[in-house]
């Protein structure tokens, strides 16, 4: 049976998401320590160059849609890939601080073209049916690519030098995104003279082109304000695993055991991201994103309380659920609330706000290690912002019942 170009485009999503997501962000953190202690770096202040990275990603991510109606899509995708591998390769010879933070903006602008924004508005246009599990497949590379490389590239470090490092995570970067770089595919399938998948027949001539149809977002409403806020908070909490090879060491054990910790997380990242798409295409996004927001509530306390090697690389792959919410989680409330004619308008702003949690929760980890060299306060301010974003979830689904139905989407 011949694959239809649906998939093919998937795939060239995954790989993408693999890069810039899976590569780098999520691998990340296994350089905060071997960096810092041979620049003589504060951890928090090298994992800053994280944050600006993040940042200037999601204000991109605000213009991305727009810039995607001027420019095709390929051709942002070749530039992006460009900056981001040459700017990674870069910073192994790099020594200076602000060198890093000047680096990693480019890099930030260079990721933003194939970052979770333009990829979503790729699956949502060229899969309208079994849309939840090819968004759970396409980001899902994403955590196979950190659970993978992190190992990796810590073993790298540890036989040969972080810079070596970094030029090997600069070429895996780039061969991750060799599919979509070589393979010929367009925003939207209509501008093939496709359908997205699962889209009817005789719904092709109404098929609208959702770049040029989008109403503003009424910042008021609740549903608008509440994913909004979790999508603020819970993203200040990814953060968390990338410091997980820290946080090991805090109680003795070996850098490997913490690679194992970070690894189990990005394992956990991809298995939730599976079973995320496939629950919200069954029982819908509201039920998915309770559902898991309880596993990251109990996992981040077995994480805290038990410290047994063991235990605590099996609580890291649960806990790694917490990435799953902004990637996958998110855009499927937002098409649910919104619809598709809206998405482009709509999720570019949650997605930055996602960003700023993301961006500054990877540095306020390392800070408040730095001043108080433990991670106590880290794990008491995570369990308050889970908390809080459980409760929305429940209010949420309170006010959706009279308001919406909670049918099957």
Known sequence: ?????????????????ASSIGINLNTIGVFYTPVSESLGFLRGSFALHTTIMSL????????IPRLLTKI????????????????????????????FYLLAAIRGIG???????????LVNNWFEKKNGLAMSLGFGSSGVA???????????????????????????????????????????????NL????????????????????????????RFIVLASIGLLLSLITGLPHHLPGYAETFGFSATIGAWMLSASMFGNIGFKLLAGTLGD??????????????NLISLLV???????????????????????????????????????????????????????GAFGVTLVGYAYDFTKSYTSVFMSAFILIFLSLSMIVMLILHSRSKFSLQKE
Request: glycine letters at 6%.
């Open 1 to 17: 049976m011949k694959l239809s170009k649906h998939w093919k485009v998937l795939a060239c999503v995954s790989g993408l998401a």
């Open 56 to 63: 200037v990603m999601s204000f991109m991510a605000l213009n």
């Open 72 to 99: 095709d899509i390929k051709k942002g995708i070749q530039i992006g890939v460009g900056l981001s591998v040459i700017t990674t390769l870069l910073m192994a010879v790099t020594e200076s601080l602000w060198l």
């Open 111 to 121: 990721a933003s073209f194939y970052s979770p924004v333009p990829l979503t508005i």
């Open 146 to 192: 950190g659970a993978l490389f992190s190992p990796v590239f810590t073993l790298v470090i540890h036989n040969y030098s972080w810079q070596i490092g970094f030029l090997v995570m600069g070429f895996a970067s780039l061969l991750l995104c060799l599919p979509a770089l070589f393979y010929d595919f367009a925003l939207h399938p209509n501008d093939e």
């Open 195 to 222: 359908q997205p998948y699962g889209k009817e027949q005789q719904d092709k001539i109404k098929t609208a082109d959702i770049r040029l149809k989008m109403d503003k977002p009424k910042a008021n409403d609740m």
């Open 282 to 295: 069954r029982i819908g996004s509201i039920k998915t994103a309770f559902i898991v927001i309880s596993i």
């Open 303 to 357: 994480l805290f309380t038990i410290h047994v090697p063991g235990v605590m690389i099996l609580s890291s792959f649960f806990f790694g659920a917490i990435m799953c919410f902004p990637i996958v989680i998110l855009p499927m409330l937002t098409i649910y609330f919104y619809g598709r004619a809206h998405y482009m308008k709509v999720y570019p702003f949650f997605s930055l706000m996602t960003g700023i949690g």
